[in-house]
């Protein structure tokens, strides 16, 4: 017997997003409804521009509604429309409430980018570079009022590469959360679903992060420099000052060279090298306040820096 088709109502806006709506998407479920937030202002005058599931939902042809919330008004009245057997929730970033959770027939499953009870909260891949992990994963659970606490339904761990910044790290992560999704899909379908509950004892967090913590400490050895580095790559960058002005650090390495920290260290064609507080970090990566970004070692030929100055 084929196992049963599930009608789903998917909520995301990132384009973490996305891997799961595809997935779904060719698994033959139905999804009945997708619910995105609305259009923002692009950069620079470029208009309106639709979540990254806005895109893909109308590029799958499904159907789809644009709000802000769907705790009230029309993203609510959308959604009790839709009339769920599953409500499928990634990357979202809105707490739901009791009342939402409880619509679905079947069950609300929410995909989260790390292996719960480790790093429950809103920046899981990013948190999990900052701390220097040697790898993470992506949960499949089923959601309850708690942020993250709900059972867990499946779990694949997955190695942090050498080479890893929040952007690869986390589009890794996205793609396998749909093959997860799916596989809890059928599990629910099936009947062969084995929720299993979290160890409260052994969570851990990684709250949302700041516009200040972008900002490189010098005071701190190599290793926890590059890890801010790769936590804040591709974009918005980590963040530190060359001669007053505002400096992106897109890419980074540790390197054996010693110094005051903050200060510079190396500068020729083996690109930009500012000392921190326990060896030294390579600037692979960089963009200059209002540039494209651009190598080390184009920065040094443009920029000339000299040794002793200080990186703030």
Do not use: C
């Given at each position: 017997m084929?196992?049963?088709?599930?009608?789903?109502?998917?909520?995301?806006?990132?384009?973490?997003?996305?891997?799961?709506?595809?997935?779904?998407?060719g698994?033959?479920?139905?999804?009945?409804l997708?619910?995105t937030?609305?259009?923002?202002?692009g950069?620079?005058?470029s208009?309106?521009?639709?979540t990254?599931?806005?895109?893909?939902?109308t590029?799958?042809?499904?159907?789809?509604?644009?709000?802000?919330t769907?705790?009230t008004?029309?993203?609510?009245e959308?959604?009790?429309?839709?009339?769920p057997?599953?409500?499928?929730?990634?990357?979202?970033?809105?707490i739901?409430p009791?009342?939402v959770?409880?619509?679905?027939?079947?069950a609300?499953v929410?995909?989260?980018?790390?292996?719960?009870?480790?790093?429950?909260?809103a920046?899981?891949?990013?948190?999990?570079?900052?701390?220097g992990?040697?790898?993470?994963?992506?949960?499949?659970?089923l959601?309850?009022?708690?942020p993250?606490?709900?059972?867990i339904?499946?779990?694949r761990?997955?190695?942090?590469?050498?080479?890893?910044?929040?952007?690869?790290l986390?589009?890794?992560?996205?793609?396998?959360?749909g093959d997860?999704?799916?596989?809890?899909l059928?599990?629910?379908?099936?009947?062969?679903?084995?929720p299993?509950?979290?160890?409260?004892?052994?969570?851990?967090?990684?709250?949302k992060?700041?516009p200040?913590?972008?900002?490189?400490?010098?005071?701190?050895?190599?290793?926890?420099?590059?890890n801010r580095?790769?936590a804040?790559?591709?974009?918005?960058?980590?963040l530190?000052a060359?001669?007053?002005?505002?400096?992106?650090v897109?890419?980074?390495?540790?390197?054996?060279?010693?110094?005051?920290?903050?200060?510079?260290?190396?500068?020729?064609?083996?690109?930009?090298?500012v000392?921190?507080?326990?060896?030294?970090?390579?600037l692979?990566?960089?963009?200059p306040a209002?540039?494209?970004?651009?190598?080390?070692?184009a920065f040094?030929?443009?920029?000339?820096?000299?040794?002793?100055?200080?990186?703030?």
């Open positions: 084929a196992p049963r088709s599930l009608r789903v109502t998917f909520l995301g806006n990132d384009p973490w997003s996305v891997p799961s709506l595809e997935a779904v998407r698994s033959g479920h139905r999804v009945g997708v619910l937030r609305g259009p923002r202002p950069r620079r005058g208009g309106s521009i639709p990254a599931v806005a895109q893909a939902a590029r799958l042809d499904l159907p789809l509604t644009e709000a802000d769907v705790r008004g029309r993203g609510l959308a959604l009790t429309g839709s009339s057997e599953v409500l499928v929730v990634v990357a979202y970033g809105e739901l009791p009342s959770l409880e619509l679905p027939t079947v609300a929410n995909v989260h980018f790390s292996l719960l009870p480790e790093l429950r909260g920046s899981p891949v990013q948190q999990a570079l900052l701390r992990f040697e790898r993470t994963g992506v949960t499949t659970m959601m309850e009022e708690g993250d606490t709900g059972p339904l499946r779990q761990a997955e190695p942090i590469r050498d080479e890893d910044d929040a952007g690869r986390g589009g890794r992560l996205a793609r396998i959360g997860l999704l799916v596989a809890s059928e599990d629910l379908a099936e009947g062969t679903a084995r299993r509950p979290q160890d409260a004892s052994r969570a851990t967090f990684a709250p992060l700041h200040e913590d972008r900002r490189i400490d010098w005071q701190v050895p190599a290793e926890d420099v590059v580095v790769r804040f790559g591709p974009e918005p960058g980590a530190t060359f001669r007053g002005a505002p400096l992106k897109l890419r980074a390495a540790a390197s054996p060279e010693r110094g005051s920290p903050g200060v510079v260290v190396s500068a020729g064609e083996g690109g930009l090298v000392a921190a507080a326990r060896g030294a970090v390579a692979l990566q960089v963009a209002g540039k494209r970004e651009m190598s080390g070692v040094v030929r443009g920029r000339r820096p000299q040794l002793g100055e200080r990186l703030a």
